[in-house]
């Protein structure tokens, strides 16, 4: 044995001691086996490499993955520290990665938290140095759209017409399909390739294409430049390590924005050139584990390591049962969570497998294995002899290694044998396929099983294997799974902190993870200079606290000093606080975006708006108050000591604090959102949700849409925002405003009379409800083109006037079960202290629970990928896939309808709360 060699299987067998409390002869051979067929491929030097630097990234406390893909079957990378999942447990299989007949490029991808990813590569170019280490270049190729826009810039041709033009090229591309080839193929070829939808536009674009002018021209010339080589990039993760300088290997370049070499080779040839190529990726989920591990530890002084997180753990699979996996890795979108409800997982197992069915294809195998899991349908096995490898799945073949171990077990297969199978059925190459057939079948009749169902097993398999998963892969994220489900259990204040830091940059992800801690009953706080940090942190209180980085102009350093500073006690005041702090570090934007956004609400003598008031002179008092903080600090370090040698004391007077009126709740909230991007301490449209809820038809969002408004009357309301009144060539006024909804906007135009008529609420923060008529376009009478769809304005009512105005009838949904004395009692008291002039009628109905199954679209999901091409930012790709939902309906059985005479009510928003808070359904006219 060379030395290489010797040296990996001291290292295998000193982990493995580690590892297992026996070291068994089956676990022996194993090792063995694998470190034969490392041996053999010449790939100990890259186990060595990796190995070494994932050692030296726990040294430095990066967080590295449980292990992702295939490499994660071998045991030696197990003993080496390089995946955290034994294999030998889940029958995870070394063939899956390095083929011992036919060898082919191992490849061991390694997460690393986003956060720490930079300082392992560091490492390894420090130890392998920077001639030795380069990164890999990727090829960006011209898209149609954009050879038409670069030409059209090149060409002059108006940007408003580039733009139409490239609007007429389809959103995707049907394949081997290009501009080239819509010119110049006939029309019926091209009507079959496209939607109806899309080939009008096609044959917009080809009409425009044979025309004479600069257009026609643009098109043209794109058609000759589309394909061609557009731009070089870096790709993500992957970095290659050569034995002596890179550049015997192969040609390099440099790149702006990285010091090391590129290589000028791409992925694909850098690869089958031979050359060693390792992929480092950062995965958001590790960084966000670690931030809870390090929030517990703070707040609680309990240590976690979630490597030893126990697999049987109740409260983590009744979260899982629950279907509340938002913010749990790979479980959080909607059509998961449906399962999970359904499936009420109890072991790990369930887990890997659901991670693995989840996708387009197997996703039909999920209701059978729901029903098996709960006894609703039988297990069935085709032999007995399957029960082994599928009696964890029910029964269902579900992952590419069952497969394989079944073609050893039924047919005697070599392990090289079980790997080539595998890929023949996953990439279907038939010629392999035909070849096994029959191999497999005489050899399993040989050993005295059934031919005839030995056929109905490999046609299981053919339609099934193309869309197997990888059960190595599927293990090692369902355990990440498994580690945040946990967190999220036992610690869901920290962990939902942590996920908010996580998604700090993101502010729609912020508002939706806000959305979910209101839902667990979380209160999530402003940030507080006395309380928060950077990052997202959990109070004495138990409460979320937001992190001062998530405010604009507030950098790091600025948190860095307002956090050290505070060490010896909080601050009481905006005085105390500029006394304190390194002024250079936090400068005024930071401190004024602090005050907007509440971070110093807890100075309870000042309030928001005196910050920015001034007496007159410009100066405003926030700016008075670090004037003086720098003052002080000045003669703080000046030595000025008198004639008798004590330091002279100089006081230097606090600023008055100026009295002034506070900003409305509306100001305080648009100030928020101004420096944070979202509301944090409520919404100003929440004192409007009944005039939102039943006086209006329509969301701002389906504007973006209108062909499906033609002819409809519409009504919305929301916030007038970003208003400006100008004046056309012809003397008349028109405007542009935003209206604002909860969570989306729409910007709108109104001109002429309708202009007059509602120009008074087009004011800055008015709360407004708007009705309006889609209408058809204009037509063109020169081209007979007609125009976008149009807006006509029918009425506008200030928010505040809608109840009073439209609520004529209130109608009160009672089941008959819920008809008790003290709660009719209750509803008595409340409707005589809201006396008034609407009517009131009850509705007493009887209900029932029947079952239905609907389709729901909206489920995001990961696609079915080898780890060859789980996109290379470490996450699983997403796509949109259809899921039947069994849904539970509630029918009327029988409904009494009751008019009161007598009884007469002011429908407001106060009474409509109670109705809320006492659980009554209620509908108004």
Known sequence: MRGENNYLRHLTYKGAEKRYPELTDDIKERLDFELLTISNSGYPGYFLIVQDFIAEARKMDVSVGPGRGSAAGSAVAYCLGITNIDPIKYDLLFERFLNPDRVSMPDIDIDFDDEGRGRVMDYVINKYGSN????????????TKSAIRDTARVLDLPLFEADRIAKLIPGMMPSKWNLARFLAEDESEVKKALRSEEFDRVKELIGIANSEDLAGETIQQAKVLEGSMRNTG?????????????????????????????????????ESAGLLKMDFLGLKTLTLIKDTVKLVKYRLGIDLDPDNFPIDDQKTYELFQRGETVGVFQYESPGMQKYMKDLKPTVFADLIAMNALYRPGPLEYIPSFVRRKNGEEEIKYDLEACEEYLAETYGITVYQEQVMLLSQKLAGFSKGDADVLRKAMGKKQIDVLNKMKPQFINQAAEKGHDPVILEKIWKDWEAFASYAFNKSHSTCYAWIAYQTAYLKAHYPAEYMAAVLSNNMNDIKQVSFFMEECKRMGLAVLG?????????????????????????????????????????????????????????????????????????????????????FHHDGDGITFLEKAIRYGSKFQENENSSQVSLFGDASEVQIAEPIVPPCEDWSTMEKLAKEKEVVGIYISGHPLDDYKFEMKYFCNAKLESLKNLEQHLGKNLSFGGIVTNVQHRTAKNGKGWATFVLEGYDESYEFRIFDEEYLKYRHFLLQNQFVYFKINVKEGWVNRETGKKSDPRIQFLDAKMLADVLPTFAKKLFIHLDIKDLHSNFVAELNELFAANAGDNSVTFEVMELEKIKTTA?????????????????????DVEMNIEVPVEKEEIIVKTKLSMPSRKLKVKISSELLQELEKMQVNFKLN
């Open 132 to 143: 030795q280490v380069a990164q890999i270049i990727t090829y960006g190729k011209m898209a």
């Open 234 to 270: 870096i790709h993500a993760c992957g970095v290659i390590i050569t034995p002596s300088d890179i550049t015997n290997f192969v040609p390099v370049t440099t790149a702006k924005d990285s010091d090391l070499y590129v290589t000028q080779f791409d992925n694909s040839v850098a």
């Open 527 to 611: 940030p507080d200079v006395n309380e928060s940090y950077y990052k997202f942190t959990v109070n004495e209180n138990y409460a979320v606290r937001f992190g001062m980085g998530a405010v604009k102009g507030v950098g790091a350093g600025a948190v860095q000093t307002i956090v050290d500073n505070r060490k010896d006690g909080n601050y009481k005041s905006i005085f105390d606080l500029a006394k304190r702090i390194d002024l250079r570090a936090a400068n005024k934007k930071a401190f004024e975006n602090l005050a907007l956004a509440g971070g110093f609400d807890g100075f309870t003598e000042t309030h928001r708006a005196q910050y």
């Open 855 to 875: 389709a729901d679209v909206s489920v995001i999901t990961p696609i079915d990928v080898d780890e060859e091409v789980i996109d290379e930012t470490g996450e």
